[in-house]
């Protein structure tokens, strides 16, 4: 059996991310049972404390187990943990060291949503791929510039570590474990019972991009501002860095160093985000929607669309639009 250990950690931490596991493998123990197998999964509530109430109030968990008791364990499952990193990070402090230990004998490690940011301050995520609620990505890159965040993944894994990205994509993530340590057949049937959409390993499709703007840099600000204004025309790095006064080799550096996008990627993604919109409302066909953003090839929308959506306009149009059927 793989030993479990869902951390139950102090302060306002996800009860959904921490019950959800235990709900879905203790389910998944029952499945194969049923089929004839031995249990997978011997899974224990982790803290450091006996009791642990969540910082709103609302909820109090006994842990069955402390982390001084745990010197061996194949699996730590960390849940999201809201609020100030700092104050988690005090809160917790004994959790950090651990981790690192148990990591270092061979346990397994998964953090859900926002726990990536508690891992990340492990130093475990340095130079390993890693995933996290698309909200909180510029966030995370600026506090953790070593990890290798793809924003755009709801699953990774590298080396024993294994993140999520946003909410209740941990769900995913859970499927993916059992597949691995079940087998495709368990793995099928825990997601129809749990109607979880199985392989699904991005979040594009609900990502909002909003771009940063907490850079400080006043240019790259300027430049932002005019492209979210003037995304239906064309807009050229030549033509931004004259009207901005800076050289375009230095205007490049500066921009993809502030926002993490390319230029031209920043001007892509505020054309698809604006095209996201008109698709989830009113009757307008794709075709439509793609001439009001500012392209007249099909093929060139289709793939840019695809790309940071991470399914086609026609798909995201009847995925996301009520009245979608009145014009499909």
């Known amino acids: 059996m793989k030993h479990v250990s869902i951390i139950i950690p102090k302060g306002h931490f996800s009860l959904v991310n921490a019950e959800g596991t235990l709900q879905i493998l203790s389910w998944v123990n029952d499945c194969v049972e049923r089929l004839g197998r031995k249990p997978i999964f011997d899974i224990h509530l982790v803290g450091s404390s006996k009791s642990i109430t969540q910082s709103i109030g609302l909820f109090t968990i006994n842990p069955d187990s402390l982390i001084e008791d745990i010197k061996k364990t194949d699996l ?24 690192i230990g148990r990591y270092k004998q061979g346990s397994e490690v998964v953090s859900l949503c926002i726990g990536s940011f508690f891992l990340a301050s492990t130093g475990l995520l340095n130079g390993r791929p890693c995933a996290t609620h698309w909200a909180f990505a510029n966030e995370f890159r600026s506090l953790f510039p070593e990890a290798k965040l793809m924003d755009d993944k709801i699953i990774t894994e590298a080396d024993g570590i294994y993140t999520s990205g946003g909410a209740y994509s941990f769900t995913n993530l859970l499927i993916y474990l059992i597949e691995k340590y079940a087998g495709r057949e368990v793995a099928i049937l825990t997601a129809k ?21 907490t850079h400080g840099d006043k240019a790259v600000l300027n430049a932002q501002e005019f492209i979210e204004q003037n995304y239906t025309d064309k807009i050229t790095v030549d033509k931004l860095s004259e009207r901005l006064g800076v050289g375009r080799r230095t205007f490049e550096r500066r921009f993809k160093k502030a926002t993490a996008n390319t230029v031209v990627e920043y001007i892509q993604r505020v054309k698809i985000e604006a095209a996201k ?7 307008k066909t794709v075709s439509e929607v793609m001439y009001n953003v500012g392209y007249t090839d099909t093929k060139a929308f289709r793939d840019v669309f695809k790309k940071f959506a991470g399914i086609s306009p026609v798909d995201y149009r009847n995925k996301y639009n009520k009245e979608a059927f009145f014009y499909s």
């Open 76 to 99: 730590i499952v960390l849940p999201a943990i809201h609020g100030d990193l700092k104050k988690n990070l005090e809160l917790n402090a004994e959790l950090i060291p651990w981790i």
């Open 193 to 213: 019972a749990f109607m979880i959409d199985i392989d699904r390993t991005s979040q594009s499709p609900f990502i909002m991009f909003a771009g940063q703007k």
């Open 277 to 283: 919109k008109e698709l989830e409302s009113g009757r």
